[in-house]
């Protein structure tokens, strides 16, 4: 008996449009720290705080990308409600729901982890 390795999902949902929503804004995150303590030592040498803030806001755009995608998604299912029961569409829905509550999150945490360096000067 062959095994059918092909996932097909009957309801038309774009599963890499709901994992990137899921994933970006938390990999912007982390990516925001390891880029910003990177740039620091070099851009106190320089005597400049602009790559520290170009850390910053490439990486927000990131995670804003994430959250476009997921808001996207979330007014996609928002339209059907969801079933009670298991199935594609109840998953949909939780994801996109899910997704946008975790990218908004991680936005919020990543302009608290800006603000910082216009009040503080990082080399002191």
């Given at each position: 008996m062959a095994i059918d390795?092909?996932?097909?999902?009957?309801?038309?949902?774009?599963?890499?449009?709901?994992?990137?929503?899921?994933?970006?804004?938390?990999?912007?995150?982390?990516?925001?720290?390891?880029?910003?303590?990177?740039?620091?030592?070099?851009?106190?040498?320089?005597?400049v705080v602009f790559p520290v803030h170009l850390a910053h806001a490439g990486t927000l755009l990131i995670a804003l990308g994430g959250a476009v995608i997921a808001w996207r998604e979330w007014?996609?299912?928002?339209?059907?409600?969801?079933?009670?029961?298991?199935?594609?569409?109840?998953?949909?829905h939780f994801m996109a729901m899910l997704a946008t509550l975790v990218s908004t999150g991680f936005l919020l945490v990543m302009l608290a982890l800006w603000l910082p360096t216009f009040w503080l000067h990082p080399c002191q």
């Open positions: 390795t092909e996932i097909r999902i009957p309801d038309g949902t774009d599963v890499v449009a709901q994992w990137a929503a899921n994933l970006l804004a938390p990999a912007a995150f982390l990516l925001q720290l390891e880029i910003a303590y990177l740039v620091v030592p070099r851009a106190c040498k320089a005597g007014q996609r299912w928002r339209r059907s409600p969801p079933t009670d029961g298991p199935g594609p569409e109840s998953r949909s």
